[in-house]
Structure formats: C-alpha cells, structure tokens
C-alpha cells in the first residue's frame, strides 16, 4: 500500500490528497467533477491526485454501468475510496477472555472473535491466546497478515505511551509487562495499546450510549473500578496514563475494599471472581437479604466514586458499563447522588455496547492512527499529544 498520505513530502501536496481522500471516503463514488466542486480544488490538481492515489492502492474507477454509454455517450469516469486497502484488529485483553474484531479501512466490521482464558494464566499464555484468537478471526475472513495496518488493544492496569503496563494488577505478570512490543512482533505494524476503560469510554463514544457528546466518562463497574473519560472530545489520560483510577478512592479515606463491600459471609471475593459477584447480583434481583445488603453496599461505593470524577469534569453523560448483569441497578441511586452534589446532572446511560466496549474501541485506535496517516491536516479522538 506504501505510505497513506501518497508518499510526496510537500505539505500541499499532503493536504490537497487529504482534502480529495476524505471526499472520496464520504461518498459511494464521484467523478473529478463533483470532487472538484466538493473540495474547491481545481480540477488538474483533483486528477492527479486521483492518479497518485490509484497508483498506491486507495482509490479504484468505478466501471461504467453497462448500457450507460449507449444511451448517454461516454460517461464520466468515477472513483471510489479502496476500503479493502487494508484491514484493522481491534483486540481485548480481559482476565477470563481475549476477544478480537476485524474492520475494513471504513470501520466497517467484518468479523469478530473470542476465546476463554483462566484468570490464573501467566502472560505469555495469555497472549498466546490472544494470538491464537486473531488467526482464527484472519483465516475465517480470508485476511492475510500483511494487510492488517495498524492493530488496536484494550488491556487492564495503567499503559504508557509506548505500550508498557507501568501498573496491572488484575492479571498476572502484567506489570512491568511490555505488551506493546510483544505483539509488534507478532503483528509488524502499528500497534497501539490503551486501558480498557479508555478504550470503552472511545467505543461509546463512536458509536454507543455517548454518540454526539464530546464530554463523556465512561465506568466500568468492577470490583476494581476504573473510568475513561473524554474531555472537548478528546481521550484523557492524564499525565502518566493513570487518569480515571477510581478503584483506588477507597484508599483515601483507608475503606474497604469492593471484595469486602459484596461480600455475603464476612470472607473477601476473590478480585477476579466474575461468577461469584454474578452471584451476588443474581441472589439480590431474587430478594436475598444478605446479597441485597451487599450490593447496596457496593452501589453505594461506586456511587461515591463516579461523584467525585463527575464533580470533577463536568461530563455531559456517565455511561455505566462492566461485566456483572443487574447494572442497570446501579442508575437511579446514581442519578440521586449527582442530583445532590452536582450544580449540573449528567446523563446517565448504561453501555449500549456492552462486552464488545473495549474491543470495538480499541479499533476505534487503530482507525484513528490510519485516519492520522490519510487525513493529515485532521485531528482524531484518540491522537496522543
């Protein structure tokens, strides 16, 4: 495919094959004439950006509708952005799961993928697995390696630019762990590694419960709780990546833990047992004291927590998403608790994307660092300063 951008080192020349490849991309197809009305150019800089563009794979003429040219004489030539240029990985790290979802340079998926993993894996199986689960996805679609273009990851703890997990917790032998270098090898492009509550927060914001709102913060409900957030439209990560920890509130005033607060016989949850909050959740829906008490517990904790980040940045809406089925529990004493605290209420939204959150926004990187590269003179949600 060579480089995106047509591979000429002027800046106009940049600009002018961005300004034609978006107009292309927003269109079915198009002649040079409507493109040059479209974008203002003229129509020889049109055409031979057109020309450069078919030559490194991202533009294709369209073939003439048969009969067209006997009733209308010969028509004009029209051309479309090559969506099948290359393909991008959205892919999820999770402690019971690895999944993965596959799209076209449009975003338009094409397939998806997942497999279970123990909560006890060490990490170099854990990423075998993820490795395992994107070549059955690849063989299923009829997609080579090579034409994947950039691959976005969704992972646990807090991840420096460069892919490093400064911090993990969740799963084993993550900290410390240099996931994004692991997989460049596996991968040979572009590999782009976020927290899973940023990649959440971005999915939801693409296309789930905060499509058209550029102030979001996103809560993924765990035992270990953490938050994304994008603030003016962009993703926040704070200085060193570790923005949106709420799990860690409790640590302010020495609480308990969220193991302890969900707990029914005095004995901590295990932090990774999702069967056993599942538990919980499903014997408080059936009138359990026990387990009605220890949610409320545990609703009351979160509530605290997304307060705090609410009162903070000011979002338009808090989307609610995580693992445990009953969430929807946990909206109205959360819109209760802002409407006491805050000057402003938010909208509150449960996740209209639910367990494919983290993958589909972790494609969501990898479309915005193909987007950098075809659209220079644009700014995507994701771009790290």
Known sequence: MGRMTGGDPSLLRRINSAVVLHALRGTECATLTE????????????????EGQIEAGLVVEVAAEEGAARRQGRPARR??????????????????RVSAVLSDLDGRILGTAQKPVLAS????????????????LLRRTGVSRQAVRAVGVGSPGIVEADGTVRLGTALPEWT?????????????????????ANTAAVAEHWKGAAAGSDDVVYVMAGLSPGAGSLIGG???????????????LHLLGRGETPETLLSTNGEPLH????????????????????AQAALDRFVRRLVHDVAALVLALDPEVVVIGGWAAGLDGVLEPLRKELARYCLRTPRVALSALGEAAVATGALRLALDHVEEQLFAVETTVTARR
């Open 35 to 50: 493109i040059t009305r479209v974008t203002g150019l003229s129509r020889p800089t049109v055409e031979g950006v057109v």
């Open 79 to 96: 051309f479309r952005f090559r969506a099948e240029a290359g393909y991008l990985l959205g892919l999820e790290i999770g402690s019971h």
């Open 121 to 136: 894996a060490p990490a170099d199986e854990r990423l075998e697995r993820l490795r395992a689960t994107v070549a059955d």
């Open 176 to 196: 410390g762990l240099e996931l994004g270098e692991r997989l460049r090898r596996s991968f040979r492009c572009p590999v782009l590694v976020e927290n899973d």
């Open 234 to 248: 962009r993703l926040h990560r704070g200085f060193g990546g570790a923005a949106g920890e709420i799990g860690a």
């Open 271 to 290: 932090p990774l047992d999702e069967q056993a909050v599942a538990a919980v959740f499903a014997d408080a829906r059936d009138g359990d004291a026990q």
